[in-house]
């Protein structure tokens, strides 16, 4: 039996040519297929404007530049995500503020938000984790209230919805990945939705070095960066557009079978709120009490399957303990939980029912 990973891109023959006929065609940055991606986010998001960028980190980086948020400022930040969501605060100089998460869904625990708001914060940054939409009209209400910018997070939810609406339409600015772990990949790519004209404009600039154009003349007028996609990496995000629900149907399905097949009595399995349509990214639990997770990870790849931890308890990482020193046990419980004892199990769209079965049982029987 061949090794199953963790996560596995679907790529195509498809995909392959016309990445091909980009590279041959020998125009590779700035081309058709970056505006024609972007075209399709904004058609897909229902006319919000869409920028193309290198990765997800850079977007939220920008992002953060575009609001003006910077060194004195604070950014409410989930305290259980990828490090990048709170990395991008500190290259603007601001303190991400962590707060603890739900542990039924790992997004942030909205009852906890307002506990964590001063003087001096600026903005929260929910993040759609492993693909399913925070309380979207819970965190509207605070960021109305306090005055906050909202930026979406959805590294791992294209596709994903809040009530039927799509992730990364309600905030100020919203945040994609085309990482390999996620639903549709370049390798490395990102895209920036926003709803206004004026931010779009200084992203556009920004991401090509604060480059200006007046009367055919090229000028610079800000400090920008080179945060551009290739037009090969667009080109492969295209492609696969078209099927992307195809694969969000899939992993649905898929979900469902661990659903039914994994023990609830060892396991803590993800719980979807009625407002969300999950996508499914990770399929991600909690190992119970008793039960040493990196001993089953490390069993578990003797048995060929290829599991991992789901993400970060941030201010637990050395970067963060060095810098803030926070007791993460008792400031974010369930972040240190989902930590400690967070199991992402193999999900991705090359993924068949006979796996599941497999993958299930062989868990089962190692925590039994
Ligand atoms: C929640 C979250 N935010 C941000 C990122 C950063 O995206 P990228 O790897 O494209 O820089 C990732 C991961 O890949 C992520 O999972």
């Not at 629900?245 to 979900?255: A, D, E, N, V, Y």
Request: proline residues 3%.
């Amino acid at each position: 039996m061949e090794f199953i990973p963790l996560s596995k891109p679907n790529i195509t023959d498809k995909d392959l040519q016309q990445v091909e006929s980009v590279i041959r065609s020998g125009m590779l940055v700035q081309g058709k297929y970056v505006t024609e991606l972007e075209k399709t986010f904004e058609q897909y998001n229902n006319l919000i404007h869409a920028s193309a960028l290198s990765n997800g980190t850079v977007t939220l980086h920008l992002a953060l530049k575009i609001l003006g948020i910077k060194q004195g400022d604070e950014v409410i930040v989930p305290a259980f995500s990828y490090v990048a969501t709170a990395n991008v605060v500190e290259h603007v100089g601001a303190t991400p503020v962590f707060v603890d998460i739900d542990l039924n869904t790992f997004n942030i625990d909205v009852g906890r938000i307002e506990n964590a708001i001063t003087s001096k914060t600026k903005a929260i940054i929910p993040v759609h984790e492993f693909g399913l939409s925070c309380d979207i009209d819970a965190i509207n209400i605070i960021a109305k209230k306090y005055k906050l910018f909202i930026i979406e997070d959805a590294a791992c939810a294209l596709g994903a919805s809040y009530k039927g609406q799509h992730v990364g339409t309600f905030g100020d600015l919203a945040s994609f990945s085309f990482h390999p772990r996620k639903a549709i990949t370049s390798g490395e790519g990102g895209v920036l939705l926003t709803k206004d004209a004026a931010y779009d404009r200084k992203i556009k600039q920004l991401r090509n070095h604060g480059i200006e154009v007046m009367d055919g003349k090229m000028d610079f007028i800000e400090f920008g960066y080179n945060y551009r996609m290739t037009d090969f990496q667009a080109a492969m995000v295209l492609s696969q557009m078209d099927r992307l629900q195809k694969g969000i149907l899939h992993k649905q399905k898929l979900s469902k079978l661990y659903q039914q097949k994994l023990d609830q009595n060892k396991l803590i399995l993800p719980v979807v709120p009625s407002y969300a349509n999950h996508t499914w990214q990770t399929y991600h639990v909690i190992v119970r009490g008793g039960i040493n997770r990196d001993t089953l990870i490390e069993k578990l790849k003797q048995h060929k399957i290829g599991t991992n931890y789901g993400a970060q308890c941030i201010p637990h990482v050395t970067a963060y303990q060095m810098k803030y020193k926070l007791d993460c046990k008792k400031l974010f419980p369930n972040a240190f939980t989902a930590y400690m004892q967070g199991l992402a199990l193999p999900m991705y769209d090359l993924l068949n029912e006979q796996q599941i079965d497999y993958i299930s049982k062989t868990v089962n029987k190692l925590i039994e």
